[in-house]
């Protein structure tokens, strides 16, 4: 796995540390072990089907769907990263 130079440089966690680790904890189909580690992937992984299919084939309402299922992602990322800063890894 890559390492994370923000990590190496400030000496704490950026918000996206973990997503490799979920990653592959998902590809192992381990889906809940993935949501404990970086609970952002899933959504995250969303927006970027739901993008891709409406660049192909445009949805009357696919960038309204996108925003939101983005803004969720954010708050689900920065939120799992405040955790992990101020209570500690789950």
Known sequence: MLTCSWKENVGI???SCGAQR???ELLHGH???S???F???LPLMAVVILTIVHLLRPIKTGPAWIV???AFSAILMFGNW???LFV???
């Open 13 to 15: 966690e950026c918000p």
């Open 22 to 24: 979920a990653f592959e």
């Open 31 to 33: 889906i809940w072990e």
């Open 35 to 37: 949501i404990l580690v």
């Open 39 to 41: 609970p952002a992937l």
């Open 68 to 70: 939101r299922l983005f």
């Open 82 to 84: 405040a955790w992990k």
């Open 88 to 90: 500690g890894p789950v």
